[in-house]
């Protein structure tokens, strides 16, 4: 079921019997109709391994089950909210980033460190975001959130994307990521330029990044 | 020649050929492309400019950004501004100045009481030369003009920069009571006289004026 914009800050779903979404505890602006929010343990899918993991990884932002009849208003924070709707691909995002989602969509943690060796140990570090990252995958919507607005570029197969760890927000598609760095080691050492470490996402998908460097 | 566009209001976008820019360090959100990040000493050009720079508080932690591609600036999620300097300067607070293109001449210029009272320092950053400014303001930024026989006040808070031939002076608003006592919270004003355009935001930074 989809989400529908209300405003930059705000968006709306409805909720129907048997159908179900998840949402960031917390954020339920109001509400019409019959609605119930319950805690949600495990933090959606994945069985206890997906929960361990997001323990294990900062991941484990609570989130509710919203069930029911009726239409849920959702923000937070003030935030910018960007409904991205899959059709069967793969959306990678920071837990603390994600708004809202379709109970229908597959929820797993994913660990990064795997991604590129040492530098892939290093990027939670650098990013200060952990080295797990939240991926949904299936069909329906999710609702994400950044700090003043989105830019959606384009990756592709000869012309990969590096962003800012702190501007970065979700991708999709079929992307690697890993560190990259565009300084030499004098400069990271020394006088560094704040720039020093970049995610290069190469592949096939989109990347949304936010027009600050600020963490919600 | 570096093209400076604006991706949404908070996002410039720097399209690149091999040229240089010079940008608030930190500020890069992302790029395609191959980009390189130096840090440039004080920001201002040569000794002198990081000497000043040290001394008046006036930092502004400047790189060089020099590659091939599009490159993406952006602060804290304000509103961007793009300004095209034909040869004039532009006087803009350092906190405010988000990007200029390379062929564009960086330094600082004293400004005495009336910067003390923006709470920004006592030296206020110029830019001048061929080329795209970029600057950032807590909202988008409206422009106002100053003519001979119209002179203009500004909140010191919210003043973003200026162009053309202005004269600034630090003006109270009230009377020696209302400075002591109780203030209306507009107790000092910047007055701009002469011909030019100011920037100006819908917002507040704190200021030692806005206190009295």
Redesign the interface.
């Known amino acids: 079921m989809p989400f529908t914009k209300i405003n930059s800050k705000l968006i709306e779903a409805k909720v129907f019997p048997g159908q179900r979404i998840f949402s960031q505890r917390g954020s339920m602006i109001a509400y019409t109709g019959e609605v119930g929010f319950t805690p949600n343990l495990t933090g959606g899918q994945g069985g206890v391994m997906g929960m361990i993991g997001r323990r294990v990884a900062n991941e484990d932002v609570p989130l509710m089950t919203v069930e029911g009849q009726g239409s849920v208003l959702f923000g937070h924070g003030g935030h910018h909210i960007q409904i991205i709707e899959l059709n069967g691909d793969t959306l990678n995002v920071e837990a603390d980033r994600l708004l809202a989602f379709d109970g229908t969509l597959r929820q797993t943690t994913v660990f990064l460190g795997s991604q590129g060796g040492v530098m892939g140990m290093v990027r939670g570090q650098v990013s200060g975001q952990g080295l797990f990252t939240t991926q949904l995958s299936g069909q329906g919507s999710v609702a994400v959130m950044a700090?003043?607005?989105f830019?959606e570029?384009p990756i592709t197969p000869n012309?990969?994307?590096?962003?800012?760890p702190q501007?970065y927000v979700a991708h999709r598609g079929q992307v690697q990521n890993k560190l990259s760095t565009?300084?030499g080691w004098r400069?990271m050492v020394g006088?560094?330029?704040?720039?020093a470490f970049?995610l290069e996402l190469s592949g096939n998908g989109v990347?949304y990044?936010?027009?600050?460097?600020?963490k919600l | 020649m570096a093209q400076f566009r604006l991706?949404?209001?908070?996002?410039l976008a720097v399209d690149m050929t091999g040229d240089a820019v010079k940008a608030r360090?930190?500020?890069?959100?992302?790029?395609?492309?191959q980009?390189?990040?130096?840090?440039l000493?004080g920001g201002g050009n040569g000794l002198r400019g990081m000497v000043t720079r040290r001394l008046t508080g006036e930092q502004m932690?400047v790189?060089?950004v020099q590659g091939q591609g599009t490159c993406?600036f952006?602060?804290?999620?304000?509103e961007v501004n793009l300004v095209r300097l034909n040869g004039e300067t532009l006087f803009v607070e350092a906190d405010n100045l988000l990007c200029t293109e390379g062929s564009l001449h960086t330094g600082t210029s004293f400004t005495g009481l009336n910067g003390m009272a923006s709470g920004t320092g006592l030296f206020t950053t110029k830019v001048d030369g061929h080329g795209w400014a970029a600057l950032t303001s807590k909202g988008p930024a409206i422009i106002l003009r100053v003519s001979q026989g119209q002179p203009l006040r500004v909140d010191p808070g919210a003043y973003v920069a200026h162009t053309g031939n202005l004269n600034r002076a630090l003006k109270s608003g009230g009377g020696w009571t209302t400075l002591i006592g109780e203030g209306g919270g507009e107790a000092m004003q910047v007055e701009f006289t002469g011909e030019g355009l100011v920037y100006v935001q819908p917002s507040e930074r704190l200021t030692f004026g806005g206190d009295v």
């Open positions: 700090h003043g607005g830019v570029l012309q990969p994307v590096h962003v800012d501007a565009s300084v400069d006088r560094g330029s704040g720039e970049q990347v990044v936010q027009a600050s460097e600020e | 991706q949404g209001s908070k996002v360090n930190g500020c890069m959100v992302a790029y395609t492309g980009m390189n990040f130096k840090k000493s932690e790189m060089e993406f952006a602060d804290r999620a304000t």
